[in-house]
């Protein structure tokens, strides 16, 4: 999320590990929901979205936590709230339009009251009404998944579905098992390292003796 133009290709790689390690793209799921739970400024929840719309895009996560996301944005719009939304549906409206046409129809008719209601700065409108066009030139421009991207084969997706309003665990005990094995990694390391040096230094001292033995003997028969 950090680098929001490559976030396609990070959704295509959480594909493919998902489809070997299935509990990896939960954890994920999990713990993305929950960090839109807390306050954050636009751009990180602008970057948070696109995110899990590429992972809706992979079909790592299941259309209708789209939909939820979607009504909880625009359930009580304000500005950033609705440009949120618009930003959403921009880069997953294709696969929604495909899998729940009947679902993103109703997102599409609550755009339309907001327009309507007039409350939202003529900027946002103007978002509101490109994404209407946007719409009705089916997506154009943006493909739910690039061909260079679909890497996994449509029996190994695995597809992770919860609900907003579920109590989530983030599981952030992994986190510290983790730190906790790297540095002991790291210990164990750093100790073989010091045992190789140790063990170079002994052989060599072992060659320096010998050679001056050697030597002495030499010197002796001469």
Not at 135 to 159: I, N
């Amino acid at each position: 999320m950090a680098s929001p133009i490559f976030t396609d290709v990070f959704a295509a790689l959480v594909s493919v590990v998902n489809s070997k390690i299935p509990v990896i793209g939960d954890l994920l799921l999990r713990r993305l929901t929950l960090q839109l739970k807390i306050p954050a400024n636009k751009p990180q929840l602008l970057a948070s979205v696109k995110f899990i719309a590429h992972l809706v895009n992979q079909q790592v996560v299941h259309e209708l936590i789209a939909l939820q996301l979607l009504t909880v944005f625009l359930e009580e719009p304000t500005d950033d709230s609705v440009e949120v939304a618009i930003s959403f549906v921009t880069e997953c409206g294709s696969i929604l339009q495909d899998l729940c046409p009947l679902g993103l129809h109703a997102i599409f008719e609550r755009f339309r009251g907001i327009l309507h209601e007039g409350e939202i700065d003529k900027r946002v409108q103007f978002l509101i009404e490109n994404l209407f066009a946007l719409r009705k030139a089916k997506f154009q421009g943006y493909l739910d998944v690039h061909p260079e991207l679909d890497l996994v084969e449509e029996e190994d997706q695995l597809t992770h579905e919860i609900s907003l309003l579920d109590k989530i665990d983030s599981e952030i005990g992994l986190d510290v098992s983790s730190r906790i094995q790297f540095r002991r990694k790291r210990k164990n390391q750093t100790k073989k390292r010091m045992k190789r040096r140790g063990n170079k230094r002994r052989d060599r001292d072992k060659f320096d003796q010998s050679s001056r033995g050697n030597l002495q003997d030499d010197y002796v028969k001469c």
